[in-house]
C-alpha cells in the first residue's frame, strides 16, 4: 500500500477513533502505520472538501491534527520534509497566490463532474497539478505561485498558521502595523534562512522568540517573557511544555578518540594527571567509556529563555542588528499575509417572517439524511410536488394561527 492509501486509510481510521470516543488519540494511528505526517496532513483538507456529511466536531478535530502535524510534527528529524527543503526555504511571497485581473466575459462553462473537482483537489494535496479543462480555467481568480507543489502547499499552510497566531500576541500586546510587520519580517526570515531552527521543535517557540527579540531592539521594557508567555495561555493550542521544554542541543554520537599511528610515540608522552574528584567519588571515571569507543551524548533541554539565549540569539544576531536604528543597513519589511476570509454560509433565509431556508443542493449526500424527520424538505428536481404543497399548507396554517412556522 503506497503513502497516499495509507494516509487516507489512516484518516478514515482517525475518524472512526474520535467518533467512538476511544482513548487511542492522535498521532497513535500514523505511529503504528509508520506514516510520516508531513504525507499524512495531505488528505485531510481533500476529505473534508468532499466528505459533506462530515459533523462540525469532526472537521473541528480534523483541522486541529492538521495544525499539530504543521506547527511540530511534521518538523521532526526523521521527517521527509528535509529531503525536500532547499537550502533557502521558500518564503512567503513564494508560496502565496497573487490576485489576478478578472477575465474577460465569457459564456457559463458547463459544471464539472464531481470525479474531476476530486481528482483536482487531490493532485493539488500530494504536489501535482490539477487536470486542465477549459472551463475551470475561466473562474481562477488567483495565478499560480513561484512555489508550488507539496512543498509550497505546507509551507503556505505554515506562514497561515503562525500569521494567525502571530497577529494574536501582537493584538494582545498592543503592537501597531509597522512594529507587527518587523516581527513578521524576523520571524519569516528565521523560517527562510534558518529552518534547522524548527528541527524537533514547535512554530509557537520561534513566534515567541521573534516577537521579544524585536520589542528588545526598540526597547518594549514592558515587553518580556513572562508577559508574552501570559498572553500565549490563552491561545487555545498553548500548552505549558512548549515553553517549559524546548530543545537546546539535540542528540548526538560522540567522535571517537584517535590513537596515535606511532606506538613509540606514546609511550614517551607523560601520563596526564586527573583532576581530583568531585562531591568526594571518582565513580564517573570508572564507568568512562575507552578512549576509542563510541559514546552517545544526551539531549539538553530548557525553558524558552535558554533556548533564546543559547540557540536563537546566535542563529538570527546578524540579521536581528540591522534593525538596530544605529546602523544603516535596514532590512527589507515582509509584507504581512493576507488570506482569504471564510465564506458565508451558501444557506439563505426566504422571509424574514418565516424559518424557509434555501441551500444549495449536495449531490454526495442522500435525501434522507439531509434533515430531521421533524422538519419539513423539498429538494427541487428530486422531491415529489406534493412535499411542495404540504410546505405550503404547514406555512399558511400556522400564519393564520399566529404561530411561527416550523423551519
Known amino acids: 500500500m503506497d503513502v497516499f492509501h495509507a494516509s487516507v486509510f489512516a484518516c478514515c481510521f482517525e475518524i ?109 494535496a500530494v504536489g501535482g497539478a490539477p487536470p486542465s479543462s477549459g472551463q475551470a480555467s475561466l473562474h481562477q481568480p488567483e495565478t499560480r505561485p513561484k512555489q508550488t507543489g507539496s512543498l509550497g502547499l505546507f509551507y503556505r499552510k505554515v506562514y497561515h498558521l503562525a500569521h494567525i497566531r502571530l497577529t494574536n500576541l501582537c493584538e494582545k500586546l498592543e503592537f501597531d502595523e509597522s512594529f507587527h510587520q518587523k516581527v513578521w519580517t524576523c520571524f519569516e526570515h528565521c523560517l527562510v534562512h534558518n529552518s534547522h531552527l524548527m528541527r524537533d521543535r514547535h512554530l509557537d517557540q520561534l513566534i515567541m522568540c521573534a516577537v521579544y527579540v524585536v520589542a528588545k531592539i526598540y526597547e518594549h521594557s514592558d515587553v518580556n517573557f513572562q ?43 607523560s601520563p596526564r594527571k586527573r583532576p581530583p574528584p568531585t562531591d568526594g567519588s571518582d565513580a564517573s571515571s570508572l564507568s568512562a567509556p575507552p578512549p576509542n569507543s563510541v559514546s552517545e551524548k544526551e539531549e539538553q533541554r530548557g525553558d524558552i529563555i535558554s533556548f533564546y539565549n543559547k540557540v536563537y540569539v546566535p542563529a538570527m544576531k546578524e540579521f536581528v542588528l540591522k534593525f538596530c536604528p544605529a546602523t544603516n543597513t535596514f532590512p527589507t519589511l515582509s509584507p504581512l499575509p493576507v488570506f482569504k476570509k471564510n465564506q458565508p454560509s451558501p444557506k439563505r433565509k426566504v422571509s424574514a417572517n418565516h424559518h424557509l431556508y434555501l441551500s444549495p443542493q449536495s449531490s454526495t449526500v442522500p435525501q434522507r439524511g439531509l434533515t430531521p424527520r421533524s422538519r419539513m424538505l423539498y429538494c427541487f428536481s428530486r422531491s415529489p410536488a406534493k412535499k411542495l404543497k404540504e410546505m405550503n399548507e404547514a406555512v399558511a396554517a400556522r400564519c393564520l394561527s399566529g404561530r411561527p412556522p416550523k423551519r
Open 16 to 124: 472512526v477513533l474520535f467518533s467512538y470516543n476511544s482513548p487511542f488519540c492522535f498521532p497513535w494511528i500514523i505511529d503504528n502505520l509508520k506514516i510520516p505526517p508531513y504525507h499524512f496532513y495531505k488528505v485531510i483538507e481533500v476529505i473534508i472538501k468532499e466528505e459533506k456529511s462530515l459533523s462540525r466536531s469532526l472537521v473541528k478535530h480534523l483541522n486541529q491534527v492538521e495544525e499539530r502535524i504543521l506547527e511540530s510534527l511534521a518538523w521532526q528529524s526523521a521527517s521527509p520534509l528535509y529531503s525536500s527543503l532547499p537550502p533557502t526555504a521558500p518564503s512567503y511571497e513564494d508560496v502565496a497566490a497573487t490576485k489576478s485581473p478578472p477575465p474577460l466575459p465569457a459564456p457559463r462553462p458547463l459544471p464539472i463532474p464531481v470525479a474531476t473537482s476530486f481528482i483536482a483537489a487531490v493532485a493539488t
Open 227 to 269: 508577559r508574552i508567555m501570559e498572553y500565549y495561555r490563552h491561545q487555545p493550542q498553548a500548552r505549558s511544555h512548549i515553553y517549559r521544554n524546548v530543545l537546546l542541543e539535540p542528540k548526538r554520537m560522540a567522535q571517537p578518540s584517535k590513537l596515535s599511528d606511532s606506538p613509540s610515540r606514546t609511550t614517551r608522552r
